[in-house]
């Protein structure tokens, strides 16, 4: 079992930047991939970005060339480097050990001016 903890959330001008960092209970060494998701008011939960444990990664094509997912495994850390945001990026992100029910509560996200 594990317990994921988001962070870094909060409100961001357009073309601003945040960096969300999920962090694990336990080492996260032995998981296969760790990925984040986002879920807008009325949508459904949609994968933003993932990563394997070899370090291979995937986008949602709707945040390519702006969000980074890299992972600390030494700190049992996951991060998600979000630059140029856009009113649509505001949802609440969530970290999620891929192909388990392991989830993170969820931190909010707020693209305005």
């Known amino acids: 079992q594990v317990q994921l903890v988001e962070s870094g959330g909060g409100l961001v001008q357009p073309g601003g930047s945040l960096r969300l960092s999920c962090a694990a209970s336990?080492?996260?060494?032995?998981?296969?991939?760790m990925g984040w998701y986002r879920q807008a008011p009325g949508k459904e939960r949609e994968l933003v970005a993932a990563m394997t444990s070899y370090g291979s990664t995937n986008y949602a094509d709707s945040v390519k060339g702006r969000f980074t997912i890299s992972r600390d495994n030494a700190k049992n850390t996951v991060y998600l480097q979000m630059n140029s945001l856009k009113p649509e990026d505001t949802a609440v992100y969530f970290c999620?050990?891929?192909?388990?029910?392991?989830w993170g509560q969820g931190t909010q996200v707020t693209i305005s001016s």
């Open positions: 999620k050990v891929m192909y388990t029910a392991y």
């Open positions: 336990r080492s996260i060494v032995s998981f296969n991939a």
